[in-house]
């Protein structure tokens, strides 16, 4: 049964336009999970619009609207000021997007739509502050250099942040990851960094951050990046991460479906897990395609905002199973078996399904 639904969502047919999108976004493979921290290359990446082309020595960052003293700062001055290094889960609010149906026209993402690296940057807390927030700011807004058309609305790539959450320590302005200067594909020279938060809100090629007195109405904000059930319902807007874990898939793939075949014997799978709200407490496993479940061990958290490993003892029988992989947080989340469907395919945190045939 569970074999059979994996294998039609699979065979369901894909647009060209959403075959574009995956070839210039690429995703992140599965069996990169074994890296603590993701080469740069392995991370996934989401671009809505083109690539900006940055000159590092004439970029500037403004930091003006509802403040006292509006700054600008040149990409040495950033660098000059105190800087703090943060391991942290990026995640593709769209990911699962194509396991639903019916889907919106957007990127096909399956799972790979993530990546764990490490962060350095100057923490945007002290810029605030150095600013003078104005009594009536109620939003800041985080505005990239890259502009398009998206709904029949022209904009550059903008999102905004409620003051207190903007003020969280852990938001960074960065411009390295994995200690390289930013790729232009991450957002060169200086990108936002919001831990534990989905993706859309880490607003690369930063141009300038806003300090607005109502909240912003913009296409990202407003529009998209909502759980909606149909196109006139608000919905909710998306924010943290929810729990998600994912397995580092077991034996050797065939190629080109990437079926998956294992050696029958003792076996370790191991994965990584994450959320946004509290670290992960717990992950479960699945041999049986979610009939029963059993405790993995979990690795020591390496902070608060990056995945955490998980691993278990399996001893591989001849046939075909179904392995899944289950995470809870602290906060109380815990992944569903069956994905939530909302117009804009956001925050499918459904436990991944893996088939393995078992054979000698
Ligand atoms: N300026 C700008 N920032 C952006 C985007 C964008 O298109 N333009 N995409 C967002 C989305 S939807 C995601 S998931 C992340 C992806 O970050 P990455 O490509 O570095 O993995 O960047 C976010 N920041
Ligand atoms: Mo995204």
């Given at each position: 049964m569970a074999v059979e639904s994996e294998r039609q969502s699979a065979s369901e047919d894909f647009s060209t336009v959403e075959l574009a999108l995956a070839t210039r976004n690429h995703g992140f493979p599965?069996?990169?999970?074994?890296?603590d921290l993701t080469p740069i290359g392995l991370h996934y990446l989401l671009i809505h619009f083109d690539i900006p082309q940055v000159d590092p020595t004439t970029w500037r960052l403004e930091i003006g609207g509802e403040v006292g003293r509006p700054l600008s700062l040149s990409l040495d001055e950033l660098k000059q000021r105190p800087s703090t290094s943060v391991a942290c889960t990026l995640e593709c609010a769209g990911n699962g997007r194509a396991r639903l149906s019916p889907r919106p026209l957007s990127q096909p993402w399956l799972d790979e739509a993530i990546g764990n690296a490490e962060w350095t940057g100057t923490p945007l807390a002290p810029l605030l502050e150095e600013a003078e927030i104005g009594e009536a700011a109620v939003e800041v807004l985080f505005t990239g250099l890259d502009r398009g058309v998206q709904g029949d609305v022209e904009h550059f790539y903008e999102r905004s942040l409620p003051v207190d959450e903007a003020r969280r320590p852990e938001m960074l302005l960065a411009y390295e990851i994995n200690g390289q200067p930013l790729p232009p594909q991450h957002g060169f020279p200086v990108r936002l960094i919001v831990p534990g938060w989905y993706g859309m809100t880490h607003v690369k090629w930063l141009d300038r951050i806003t300090v607005v007195t109502e909240p912003f109405e913009g296409f990202q904000q407003a529009k998209q990046y909502r759980t909606k059930q149909s196109e006139d319902d608000p919905g909710e807007p998306v924010t943290r991460i929810q729990p998600r874990s994912l397995l580092v898939p077991p034996g050797i793939p065939d190629f080109p479906e990437r079926r998956r075949f294992l050696e029958p014997g003792p076996r370790l799978l191991e994965g990584r897990a994450w959320s946004g709200w509290a670290p992960v407490t717990r992950v479960e496993v699945s041999v049986d395609g979610g009939e029963t479940w059993q405790d993995a061990d979990l690795d020591e958290l390496t902070g608060d905002y990056g995945w955490r490993r998980w691993s278990i003892a399996w001893n591989a029988e001849p046939g075909e199973h179904v392995l899944c992989s289950r995470a809870t947080d602290g906060a109380g989340n815990t992944q569903p078996e069956e994905p939530e469907w909302n117009t804009g395919g956001y925050v499918n945190n459904a436990v991944q399904r893996v088939v393995v045939t078992v054979q000698r």
């Open positions: 599965l069996e990169s999970l074994r890296y």
